[in-house]
């Protein structure tokens, strides 16, 4: 039986190589970077005609897309499970909040650098103990991570307990709101800055990832996920490609991780509790698995959903607490019904449909 | 010396119940090849069906037994609706599964119980045993809740070792295709292995409870004792299961006793990437070598 991402990978490969591959020819790099150039302009135009709320909205839309980008190609194209992402994002962001507490912080570009530079050591660590397990032994074993790593942060002074710890945002610099105002005609308020700062972060992660993914470290992780000793025969060092999905999947979460921190301005061990892992998981497959677009639309509908499915079960009669629990509800059981029916998610069934649909024509 | 007997007698109690917990999990790996993630909320939701028997005047013993036998249904269910289709296919879309199950029954918790945390009884007294003058850290619920779990131990062997249901059941686990030629009903068996197994799970639920505090997360860290304790024993045997179930409830009681509580997750981690690293079969392990 072919397996969730097996089936997404079917349908990726029989994409028909007319069309947009012609036009573009067979440069990947051009491709993604005219896609990146097109998604900030829809971006800025997005963030500048929507209000406050929908700014923050889409600051957390952005943290999550990135952590799911790197979740989705450690799970989707190298077949490990990873349930520990919320853990190596809370190090992004502990990291991002030490490191503007000083009086002279770093500039932010080389805040967001080295709390992915900590993270990834940090995953480093992690991938090389994770590499020689399977399935249901490295869920297990990152399950665990994911429940240690509160009680760590707890057990340091320095990280502020409970309460977690502030983060103080530096000023915006001069020049970028003299930019802002001279590229839209509007001053730029801090919540609209971290928003550009996260999905500019997004753009830059999903241009690598996606060159990483159709080139020839991609190429090593599906064949090391479809058939591991004939990537061995082939000259695949099966640990070390492991490693190094694991480091960058971590070191997207320890970015998205730092966005987290500038966005909510607080890093407390409960705002990585287990459920955030298990949600990026659900985002990722209800996109479908190894999809960076996937993972787009499946953190797209964690930022969304939430709002939408709260408002109808207040409506509905149930107090705000128990109505909070819907969204989770909606997620588990999407979850559930993704792998039963479409198993390729949402990108993976809109695609076969499509083929089909052409086919019969 | 008296900061030990504390420790040790604690780490007795706890051992018990991660015992069961790892035993549930073992069960289900045995015959199904799936670590079941969402025997933590399977658990947590029985125990506030008891909770809710209990509240409404009802005993205590109502309640648990009503615990175990909807522990006994929801695992036969979630066996027969949810995990058949997936049976034998690639193990991630097992275990992603089973942690949408997990997500699911934790909102669900939380929509009809609520989130707050709710206080459940205990059967004995939750204070210290005395002998002689010194009171010792053993409580009337800790003596209560080892006795409960050797008995279901004990009964579990006893249908494994001594029925034909248990014999069908081992074969059925062994090798799906040559005991389904000697007509035994593979499905039927493999529903009552997730069903026995969830009633583990769930006693497990009521004894973590018992004269403590539930909310719809108190048993998610459980999961990872349990899987620590599983994986320790070899998750293939359930005597391992056991006796990593005692061993991992001793070390995480001198743990939280010496270094500080909050480090017990950490402990649990750091044994469980010692084992999977110098001995992936488990300590009991007679197979030189298995794929982790």
Redo the contacts between chains.
């Keep these: 039986m072919p397996t969730t991402t097996e089936t997404a990978e079917k349908a990726h490969a029989a994409e028909p190589r007319g069309g947009l591959r012609r036009r573009w020819g067979n440069s990947v790099l051009p491709r993604h970077l005219t896609l990146a150039a097109l998604g900030l302009l829809a971006v800025t135009v997005v963030l500048e005609t929507t209000g406050s709320f929908a700014n923050s909205q889409l600051a957390s839309m952005a943290y999550l897309g990135i952590a799911a980008g790197g979740l989705t190609v450690l799970t989707g194209l190298n077949g490990q499970l990873s349930l520990g992402h919320g853990a190596f994002m809370a190090v992004g962001a502990y990291t991002t909040a030490l490191f503007l507490d000083g009086d002279n912080p770093l500039p932010l570009p080389g805040v967001l650098a080295a709390a992915t530079l900590v993270t990834l050591l940090v995953g480093a660590a992690v991938g090389v103990a994770a590499a020689r397990l399977h399935g249901p032994y490295i869920a297990g074993a990152t399950l665990a991570l994911a429940v240690a790593v509160p009680g760590v942060v707890l057990h340091f002074d320095r990280l502020g307990g409970e309460q977690g710890l502030g983060v103080r945002m530096p000023e915006t610099p001069a020049w970028v709101l003299d930019a802002a105002y001279f590229v839209t005609g509007s001053e730029l308020n801090p919540t609209k800055y971290v928003a550009y700062i996260g999905w500019a972060a997004l753009v830059v992660t999903y241009v690598l990832l996606a060159n990483l993914m159709r080139g020839r470290v991609g190429r090593t992780w599906r064949a090391v996920r479809d058939d591991e000793v004939a990537a061995e025969i082939a000259g695949v060092h099966l640990g070390r490609a492991r490693v190094l999905a694991f480091v960058v999947s971590t070191a997207c979460a320890g970015l998205a991780g730092a966005v987290m921190a500038m966005a909510v301005r607080i890093t407390a061990p409960s705002g990585f509790s287990l459920t955030l892992s298990l949600t990026l998981l659900s985002a990722v497959v209800l996109g479908g698995l190894g999809s960076l677009t996937g993972a787009l639309i499946g953190s797209a509908l964690l930022t969304f959903l939430p709002h939408l499915v709260t408002g109808v079960g207040v409506d509905a009669g149930l107090t705000d607490v128990r109505a909070a629990e819907l969204a989770p509800a909606v997620y588990g059981l999407t979850m559930i019904v993704v792998i039963l029916v479409a198993p390729a998610g949402i990108t993976g069934t809109v695609r076969n449909l499509w083929r089909r649909r052409r086919g019969a024509a | 010396m008296q900061q030990l007997l504390t420790t040790a007698l604690g780490g007795l109690t706890l051992g018990a119940v991660y015992a069961a917990f790892a035993l549930a999990l073992c069960l289900i790996?045995r015959s199904t090849r799936?670590?079941n993630?969402a025997q933590a909320p399977m658990a947590m939701i029985t125990t506030y069906i008891a909770l809710v028997i209990i509240d409404a005047g009802h005993s205590y013993w109502t309640g648990f037994a009503a615990a175990l036998i909807g522990g006994l249904l929801l695992g036969a269910v979630v066996e027969r609706v949810?995990v058949r289709?997936?049976e034998?296919?690639?193990?991630?879309?097992a275990?992603?599964?089973t942690?949408?199950?997990?997500?699911?029954?934790?909102?669900?918790a939380?929509?009809v119980f609520?989130?707050r945390y709710r206080s459940f009884p205990a059967p004995f007294g939750v204070r210290g045993l005395t002998v002689g003058d010194t009171s010792i850290a053993l409580t009337g619920f800790g003596v209560f809740t080892v006795v409960a779990v050797v008995v279901v131990m004990g009964l579990l062997v006893l249908l494994f070792r001594y029925t034909e249901v248990g014999l069908r059941m081992r074969a059925a686990a062994f090798n799906q295709e040559v005991a389904r030629i000697l007509g035994v009903k593979v499905g039927r068996m493999l529903t009552l292995g997730w069903a026995l197994a969830a009633l583990v799970g769930s006693l497990s639920g009521l004894l973590i409870a018992g004269g403590s505090l539930v909310h719809p997360?108190y048993m998610?860290?459980v999961?990872?004792y349990g899987?620590?304790a599983a994986?320790l024993g070899g998750l293939d045997s359930p005597v391992g299961s056991v006796i990593g179930g005692m061993l991992l409830g001793l070390s995480l009681s001198a743990v939280s006793g010496y270094l500080?509580s909050?480090?017990?997750?950490?402990a649990?981690?750091v044994i469980?990437?010692a084992v999977?690293?110098l001995r992936?079969g488990g300590l009991f392990s007679h197979h030189a070598e298995r794929?982790?």
Excluded: Q, T, Y
């Design positions: 790996w799936i670590v993630f949810v289709p997936v034998g296919k690639a193990e991630i879309n275990v992603i599964l942690l949408g199950l997990f997500i699911l029954i934790h909102a669900v939380g929509i609520g989130s997360a998610d860290s999961v990872v899987f620590v994986v500080g909050e480090l017990v997750p950490l649990a981690l469980l990437m999977l690293l992936p794929r982790v």
